[in-house]
């Protein structure tokens, strides 16, 4: 079965400075990949997805992952994040042989110093 | 509507009490998911509809745990005999259909706690 690994659970950073997120998955093959947010309060919203092509994905919010086959990882960055971006996210895996169902890690939940 | 919508928002319930939680997908959605979001638990899948087809249940954690989705549209995840243990966020989430491709969206959730 698939699983996903976020060793982070708690990050600080400045706002301004640069933001990276971590997330290693277990699955045979090639599995579909994404990032999700959720704001304190609020429902899960979609960052980015990988499905297949370019390794380097861009979503919302100024946040980009990449997609590295040889250290089954797909982490989460943004170059310089806002007070806003305080939240908490989340990796997940889909394989469609399992069911169309998602896979999600812990979360990592990030603070903004100011 | 333009989201998933769940009610209610919040349920505070006596433990032993069944509650019965709503999800109304985005229009057109042919999927729909269940999560639950608990502390020390994470996120984890409960059931899945996908048309006509036979619901996915393998993720429901016992048998007081049901879920039906009428005409398509509407589903009610409902738990009977509640424990403190059921205590938890339920998510409700529909995409378009093939997983593949498909964004799968989700609600804001059921707050549950039951007492």
Redesign the interface.
């Known amino acids: 079965a698939q699983s996903v690994t976020q060793p982070d659970i708690h990050i600080t950073v400045s706002e301004g400075a640069s933001l990276e997120l971590r997330c290693n998955y277990s699955y045979g093959a090639t599995p579909y990949l994404f990032w999700y947010v959720q704001s304190p309060g609020q429902g899960l919203q979609l960052l980015l997805k990988y499905f297949s092509g370019d390794t380097l994905v861009q979503g919302i919010k100024g946040f980009e992952a990449e997609f590295k086959r040889s250290q089954s990882s797909f982490n989460l960055r943004k170059p310089s994040v806002h007070w806003s971006d305080a939240a908490e996210y989340f990796c997940a895996v889909g394989v469609k042989a399992a069911g169309n169902k998602l896979t999600f890690g812990g979360g990592t939940r990030v603070l903004v110093k100011p | 509507g333009a989201g998933?919508s769940q009610s209610p928002s919040n349920k505070v319930t006596e433990k032993g009490k069944d509650v019965e939680l709503r999800c109304d997908p985005i229009s057109g959605h042919t999927?729909l998911?269940w999560?639950r979001q608990s502390l020390g638990q994470?996120?984890e899948?409960l059931i899945?509809f996908?048309g006509n087809s036979a619901p996915?249940k393998?993720?429901l954690p016992s048998d007081r745990f049901s879920a039906e989705r009428t005409g398509g549209s509407v589903s009610t995840l409902t738990i009977q005999r509640t424990q403190q243990e059921d205590s938890a966020v339920y998510?409700c989430?529909s995409s378009q259909g093939q997983?593949?491709?498909n964004?799968?969206?989700?609600?804001?959730?059921s707050w549950l706690t039951v007492v």
């Open positions: 998933v999927a998911y999560y994470g996120l899948f899945y996908q996915d393998s993720g998510l989430a997983f593949s491709g964004t799968i969206y989700f609600g804001e959730g």
